[in-house]
Nanobody, 115 residues
Framework: QVQLVESGGGLVQAGGSLRLSCAAS????????MGWYRQAPGKQRELVAS???????NYAASVKDRFAISRDNAKNTVYLQLNSLKPEDTAVYYC?????????WGQGTQVTVSS
């Protein structure tokens, strides 16, 4: 089992920044890819960014050049730096761990960007 706990969300003005954290515990050796997803009201959950165990990163076109995903293996934590935030970035942000046999999700953290 893997447990994922997100933190760092909040209310920020357009153009501002936030850093989200996802702390992993449990059988983390089984995780191959860590990702951040988001879900806005009335919309489907979408991939924001992901990072593999080899540090290969992937971004949604809408956030590329504004967001950055990184990981600290010593702390078992994945980060998502959100810069130049826009009102359309408002959503619940979820951390996902892709394992050998199943996926794991955190409980989500709310990001609200005011105009």
């Amino acid at each position: 089992q893997v447990q994922l706990v997100e933190s760092g969300g909040g209310l920020v003005q357009a153009g501002g920044s936030l850093r989200l954290s996802c702390a992993a515990s449990g059988s983390i050796f089984s995780i191959n890819v860590m990702g951040w997803y988001r879900q806005a009201p009335g919309k489907q959950r979408e991939l924001v960014a992901s990072i593999t165990s080899g540090d290969y990163t992937n971004y949604a076109a809408s956030v590329k050049d504004r967001f950055a995903i990184s990981r600290d293996n010593a702390k078992n934590t994945v980060y998502l730096q959100l810069n130049s935030l826009k009102p359309e970035d408002t959503a619940v942000y979820y951390c996902k761990g892709e394992g050998d046999y199943r996926n794991y999700w955190g409980q989500g953290t709310q990001v609200t960007v005011s105009s």
